[in-house]
């Protein structure tokens, strides 16, 4: 369906193209006026000079050939100055019959001198001309011409004709110039119709050039992509296994000890880059979406920096947290998280040493999130192109940081998603601050009050089923989850994890799914085992990149899975015994956490 802005481009373009080719028309066919009305002059004065000498009939043919001339001059002149307008056209067509009436006034001119025969030759004459006029791509200026030409040569019939003349000839000349007029406007809106297809298909030209340009930027996106893709995954691969080669076959614990954060580090470089290459991937088809709602900072920032000082601490760098202030922001929890992980990888990633700060704080009416960090830094070239996908400034090389420069364009889509601002400032060599400055909800939100108990996952006497169809992801999750406490049946499916769960004789506790299963999927697995033992709590952990989209009903965490994250979904559901989270009072708005 076209738009009132499209039919609109769509007129202005038609107008343009019929503009243009009646412009070219009358400028092509007043030239060639020009020359002929030059030579039918002396035609004229084959007529004229008998009856009046030639000084009369010379003054007018010198004024005639004078006017072509400077109109012809005036008509460059004017397409030069304005090019091929509407005003230009209208300009061209007046004096285009302004000059052309020269020829038909030599009738009332010399009417006294001519005959009755040399009034019909002039009348003969002007027929002629009026038959070809140029103007006719102007019907109304074409009906003021032709009304003129035909009245000055009336008058030469109303002085020398009789009675039947002059009914005979203002009749003929009424008629002949009605179906003239008729004549020219069937041409004029064939012009137009021609105008309109040569729009049409210079529009549809444009359209598919612009299919093409956009196809090749695709293409062209898309092997950067691989390119970019395959060189940088490999980079971060190929340290993996020299370092795991180390460990393996070393037995020096305390070389094992160095290495070991080594490989974490190497794995964390690998999750992310692989997470920046699926949302690339579903920025580029379209697939990602926002799901605006209360989101409570606190708890969301939390979860996020669970482990992050670690990791700081492990590069000798500090970081701190600053709740200057709290509350809920409407945004996409996901989205959000996204972001300031993005956020806080980079400051990670681009700092040698100093601190790293994230700040929450009022900014007007909204809440303003920063990452600061006292790094490398970026130059003002560098910044210019900072938020564009694939690129990496020197500051990565100073900082000797992998990556595949899509961190932050990654940032700059999810944030117009969620009509967020975002900011960056940097300095070479003093560090760089990024913000994001989120709205704050119409209505008022309750939240959960936060403790410090919460931080320690103690899983001790939950049930736990885990259906994975993997069986290295099965063992390793079973794993992580027993040495948090927790007693774990694991299957490949729904009747493996069934008959663990039977042999156990006890109540569970949660369940833990991938989506896509050798038999059917985890969402159908959840209801089975819902119905079996009650609505216990369930999370989804797959690599689907479409899962948010899919309105599954159940929580959803996209592999791979950072322990952190896992574990911050897990507080929410088995919270310290005797707490529990508190429900939203009557007329408050529910809270994402």
Request: charged share 20%; net charge neutral.
């Amino acid at each position: 369906m076209h738009t009132k802005e499209d039919r609109t481009s769509e007129g202005t373009a038609l107008d343009g193209e019929f503009t243009r080719r009646s412009l070219g028309i009358m400028l092509a066919q007043t030239r060639a006026s020009a020359v002929a009305l030059t030579l039918a002059g002396p035609l004229y004065g084959l007529v004229i000079v008998p009856r009046t000498g030639w000084l009369p009939w010379l003054v007018w043919y010198v004024t005639l050939v004078a006017s072509l001339l400077l109109r012809q001059r005036y008509f460059m002149h004017l397409v030069a100055r304005d090019g091929y307008t509407g005003q230009t056209l209208h300009r061209v067509s007046l004096w285009a019959g302004v000059t052309g009436l020269l020829t038909a006034a030599c009738v009332p001119l010399f009417v006294h001198w001519l005959t009755l025969t040399e009034v019909a030759i002039m009348t003969v004459l002007t027929l002629g001309q009026l038959l070809v006029a140029v103007i006719g791509v102007k019907p109304r200026m074409y009906a003021v011409y032709m009304a003129g030409s035909l009245s000055m040569v009336y008058v030469g019939w109303l002085v020398h004709g009789t009675g039947i003349h002059k009914l005979v000839i203002g009749l003929a000349m009424v008629l002949g110039g009605t179906m003239m007029q008729r004549a020219v406007h069937t041409y004029w809106k064939t012009l137009r119709d021609n105008a309109e297809m040569g729009a049409s298909k210079a529009q549809l030209v444009d359209q598919l050039r612009a299919a093409l340009e956009r196809q090749h930027d695709i293409q062209l996106a898309r092997s950067r992509f691989l390119g970019a893709a395959s060189h940088d995954l490999r980079q971060p691969v190929q340290a993996l296994m020299f370092l795991t080669d180390i460990f393996k076959r070393t037995s020096d614990m305390a070389r094992r000890e160095a290495i070991a954060p080594q490989i974490v580090r190497t794995g964390e470089s690998i999750d992310t880059m692989f997470r920046h290459l699926v949302d690339f991937a579903q920025i580029e088809a379209g697939t990602l979406r926002a799901n605006l709602q209360p989101v409570h900072l606190g708890r969301l920032i939390q979860a996020i920096v669970a482990g992050f000082a670690e990791k700081c601490a492990a590069k000798g760098l500090r970081f701190r947290v600053d709740m200057r202030s709290d509350g809920a922001v409407m945004a996409d929890p996901v989205l959000l998280e996204r972001v300031l992980r993005n956020f806080l990888d980079n400051a990670a990633k681009y700092s040698l040493v100093g601190e790293i700060v994230l700040t929450v704080q009022q900014s007007g009416e909204d809440l303003e999130i920063s990452v600061e960090d006292q790094g490398v830094g970026m130059d003002e070239e560098d910044l210019a192109l900072v938020w564009n996908s694939f690129h990496r400034g020197r500051s990565a090389a100073l900082a000797e940081a992998e990556g595949i420069g899509l961190g932050l364009a990654i940032c700059r889509h999810m944030a117009d998603m969620m009509g967020a601002r975002l900011g960056l400032s940097s300095r070479p060599g003093q560090g760089t601050r990024v913000t994001i400055c989120l709205p704050r909800p119409a209505e008022p939100v309750c939240v959960a009050r936060l403790d410090d108990n919460l931080r320690e996952l103690n899983l001790q006497g939950r049930l736990i089923a885990v259906i994975e169809d993997d069986g290295a992801t099965r063992r390793a999750l079973t794993s992580w989850l027993q040495d948090a406490g927790a007693a774990v049946v694991a299957g490949a499916g729904l009747s493996e994890t069934q008959e663990a769960l039977l042999a156990s004789g006890r109540r569970l506790d949660c369940i833990l799914a991938d989506y896509r299963l050798s038999e059917g999927d985890g969402v159908t697995a959840i209801a089975a085992l819902r119905q079996q033992h009650g609505a216990v709590p369930a999370l989804i952990l797959s690599a689907e990149p479409d899962l948010q989209e899919r309105g599954l009903g159940l929580p959803c965490l996209q592999k791979p899975v950072a322990p952190e994250a896992l574990m911050a979904h897990l507080r929410q559901l088995f919270p310290d015994p005797g707490r529990s989270l508190e429900s939203p009072d009557r007329g408050e708005t529910s809270v994402a956490v």
